[in-house]
């Protein structure tokens, strides 16, 4: 695989990996008991911790990246017939 190769499966697996990031850690208005004022969605997080998952998902990624690249460099998987 050539880089470009590389950079298309990072971009890709990035956003899969970041919708199943999202969900982490995540306490709505309902589950925390606080007051809700008018215009507040229920459902809505409290904190989101966004950054949190942002660097968390770029980690995720590269060392899936890694593996990816590991298993390509040593020709593990065939995909030729």
Same mark, same amino acid.
């Given at each position: 695989m050539d880089l470009i190769g590389y950079s298309i499966t990072f971009f890709v697996s990035w956003w899969i990996i970041l919708f199943m990031v999202l969900p982490l #850690?995540?306490?709505? &208005?309902?589950?925390?008991?606080?007051?809700?004022?008018?215009?507040?969605?229920? #459902?809505?997080?409290? &904190?989101?911790n966004i950054k949190k998952k942002m660097v968390l998902n770029t980690i995720i990624t590269v060392c899936f990246m890694i593996v990816v690249g590991l298993v390509d460099y040593f020709d593990l998987v065939s995909l030729k017939p």
């Open positions: #850690g995540v306490k709505t &208005h309902h589950e925390s008991d606080e007051e809700i004022t008018d215009g507040v969605e229920v #459902g809505s997080p409290v &904190h989101a």
